[in-house]
T-cell receptor, first 115, second 114 residues
Framework: DAGVTQSPTHLIKTRGQQVTLRCSPK?????VSWYQQALGQGPQFIFQ???????QRGNFPDRFSGHQFPNYSSELNVNALLLGDSALYLC??????????????FGPGTRLTVL | RKEVEQDPGPFNVPEGATVAFNCTYS??????FFWYRQDCRKEPKLLMS???SGNEDGRFTAQLNRASQYISLLIRDSKLSDSATYLC???????????????FGQGTELSVKP
């Protein structure tokens, strides 16, 4: 049973560029949440996708957007990259959307460096 | 004020020691509480949920005090393999349809030495 997978593992971009990160949820899960973890900090919630719609959003600018596909996989897009966007981006999958407390399982993350 | 605050750490303890982590949360609408463990450069993994009655899993004991908005984690007989960052996590009330939004503390690093 495959767990949560993310790609790519590492990514280096320059300021102003755009980036797309990908996540495949754990088998049987239909909900994907994205988190940003800066060095030395806890993860911060970016947004959650369920039924192909953004259901909740944290305090992140519109430069951060996402998508969920019919197979429940998800993408995180970040436009106009800033140096401060350098972080570990974590995807978490769960079952049942924002009205549930089901455990979230995290993927290994994508480490983004913005130069 | 941060929504979830933890001891800044790091904690450096010898093998066999007992170590306690403390955490406070600011939003009384918080509904569910957890401790996650994160190894260096890895993803967070659920260590245990925290209940008002307190709960224990082997060497690990978690406590919740809703009145004080305080959560704790106690590790007894520390092992080298316990070295990691421990994250305090809360989840909002389901009625606000925010059941999936985990709010993390900044984490407390634990280093267990031989």
């Amino acid at each position: 049973d495959a767990g949560v997978t993310q790609s790519p593992t590492h990514l280096i971009k320059t300021r102003g560029q755009q980036v797309t990160l990908r996540c495949s949820p754990k088998s049987g899960h239909d909900t994907v949440s994205w988190y940003q973890q800066a060095l030395g900090q806890g993860p911060q919630f970016i947004f959650q996708y369920y039924e192909e719609e953004e259901r909740q959003r944290g305090n992140f600018p519109d430069r951060f957007s996402g998508h969920q596909f019919p197979n429940y996989s998800s993408e995180l897009n970040v436009n106009a990259l800033l140096l401060g966007d350098s972080a570990l981006y974590l995807c978490a999958s769960s079952l049942g959307g924002p009205a549930t407390y089901n455990e979230q399982f995290f993927g290994p993350g994508t480490r983004l460096t913005v130069l | 004020r941060k929504e979830v605050e933890q001891d800044p750490g790091p904690f450096n303890v010898p093998e066999g020691a007992t170590v306690a982590f403390n955490c406070t949360y600011s939003n009384s609408a918080s509904q569910s509480f957890f401790w996650y463990r994160q190894d260096c450069r890895k993803e967070p993994k659920l260590l245990m949920s925290v209940y008002s009655s307190g709960n224990e899993d082997g060497r690990f004991t978690a406590q919740l005090n809703r009145a004080s908005q305080y959560i704790s984690l106690l590790i007894r007989d520390s092992k080298l393999s316990d070295s990691a960052t421990y994250l305090c996590v809360v989840n909002m009330r389901r009625i606000y349809n925010q059941g999936g939004k985990l709010i993390f503390g900044q984490g407390t690093e634990l280093s267990v030495k031989p």
